[in-house]
């Protein structure tokens, strides 16, 4: 409760024209920022839009700038039938959601092991995680490549098959494999991320767990976990969202499996041979589109969550 003194200052405050007109001011700077970082930003995504269901004739039309004259779906139906969308679609999500939740489960644990259990050697280890943040994936191309070209176990696979290797290139087990042993794409970040929230859960949880007679692993998945959500579902997004655009590791590892990115490339060399240049860049921002549709139709489920999320993390870490 304001007392009098207090009341009629904040009027006289709240009334100054001074005061107003700096208040007003911030108003219209902050919204022409945000509206102009906004138009930045959705640019693109309204271009495709845009051009995506426009007939060819629009394209010489200087009077059609973003709502098309002739709306047609031709454009769809050839970025679909070059990218072999449906399969490719399958492909893409079987491979972006094994990923992530095993790339879940295997960080979650390195960066428990980081977070909580002191060993000798613990921050060295820590510091080649962050390590493979900053290299580039082209520096070990080839070892990656010849790791599951002729991957073999110490040995195990020619006891058990009699084969000296197992060829694993053109199958999902390359992303799967290195996702379970915490060496897929990102993982780094996804470690350093889980262990920060991991960080910032009070101690006195956890040993009264280790009290009550829980172990390492049952404290992990029935109080560390639960506590982790906000890390969880930011960790989940990031991983699903760049496995789904990565085109580097797929294309090293898949030569006869389609999936979006890699059919977006070879859409691009299809379409060489078409002599409208102005048309095939539509085609192709079409398939561009075709690509990041699942993607946005996902955050606008999720964005909500997501958002939290980040904040939450940012908080604890």
């Known amino acids: 409760m304001k007392s009098p003194t207090e009341y009629a200052n904040f009027i006289s405050y709240k009334f100054n024209p001074q005061e107003k007109a700096k208040y007003w001011l911030w108003i219209v700077v902050r919204t022409v920022l945000i509206t102009g970082f906004c138009f930045i930003i959705l640019f693109p995504l309204f271009l495709r839009l845009s051009v995506a269901f426009r007939s060819k004739t629009d394209i010489y039309d200087p009077t059609v700038l973003w709502i098309p004259k002739t709306f047609t779906l031709d454009n769809l ?75 073999d176990l110490f040995g195990i696979v020619g006891v058990l098959t009699g084969k000296s290797s197992l060829n694993l290139i053109d199958t999902f087990w390359p992303f799967l494999l290195s996702s379970a042993t915490a060496m897929g794409l990102k993982n780094g970040l996804y470690i350093y991320i889980f262990r920060q929230f991991f960080r910032g859960i009070p101690k006195e949880i956890e040993e009264a767990s280790l009290v009550d007679g829980a172990g390492v692993f049952k404290t992990f998945y029935r109080i560390m976990l639960p506590n982790a959500v906000p890390a969880i579902v930011t960790v989940v997004l990031f991983s699903f969202v760049w496995q789904w655009n990565d085109s580097y590791y797929v ?54 969550y997501f958002v939290e999320s980040v904040e939450r993390t940012g908080i604890v870490g």
């Open 77 to 151: 139906k050839i970025a679909i039938g070059a990218t072999d969308y449906w399969s490719s679609l399958l492909n893409t999500f079987l491979i972006s959601t094994g990923t992530t939740l095993i790339q879940l489960a295997s960080c979650a644990l390195a960066a428990y092991a980081f977070a909580r259990l002191k060993f000798r050697g613990s921050g060295l280890l820590f510091g080649l995680v962050i390590f493979t943040i900053v290299v580039p994936p082209q520096t070990i191309m080839i070892p990656l490549y010849l790791t599951y070209r002729y991957f």
């Open 251 to 304: 294309s090293l590892f898949l030569s006869k499996v389609k999936v979006l990115s890699t059919q977006l490339m070879d859409m691009g060399m299809a379409l060489g041979s078409e002599p409208d240049l102005v048309y095939q860049s539509m085609l192709l921002n079409t398939g561009v589109l075709l690509l990041m549709g699942p993607l946005i139709i996902l955050y606008l489920f999720v964005q909500r």
